[in-house]
């Protein structure tokens, strides 16, 4: 939805570059969940939590309601945080014995920091005026306190 908000071509190229590392993500965290010793059963039955789904309300609510600069500041905001996650959750699970196979999840978003710097500069022709910076960083701060909800909900 976000790529179909985007105002220029090149806009929409960017947040596409940004999906395509992505492509393997699910089965990596499936294989990762296997070797915690989860069946793909239980990823079909898994029932999110109340802040996940608060997050993902988040990301809904700008699709449909915020400008394309402010949508994609929340979504560039959530996937920040994750990108420093995955990329200090890579190695000591190696650490414990899990194989590069096994940790393939953590690790592919490693190539999705170019591409976040990238659609972070593409932004700036679509922030102008003092309103719009003002509304772009309410967007990735409302983003930020539901991510804080999501993982101490997660980690807690």
Known sequence: ???AKAPTPEAADALIAKLTPKAGAEAGLVRFGE???????D?????PLAPCLGLTAQFYYHLARSSFAETVACLGAS???FLEICGRIDAPLKAYGFSDEEVAFFSLHAELEAAERATTEMLRPFVKTEAEREAVTRAAELCYGFER???????G
């Open 1 to 3: 939805l976000a790529i």
């Open 35 to 41: 070797a915690v010793g989860l069946t793909r059963r």
């Open 43 to 47: 990823f079909s039955e898994a029932a």
């Open 79 to 81: 996937e920040t945080i």
């Open 149 to 155: 909800l999501f993982y101490d909900a997660v980690l």
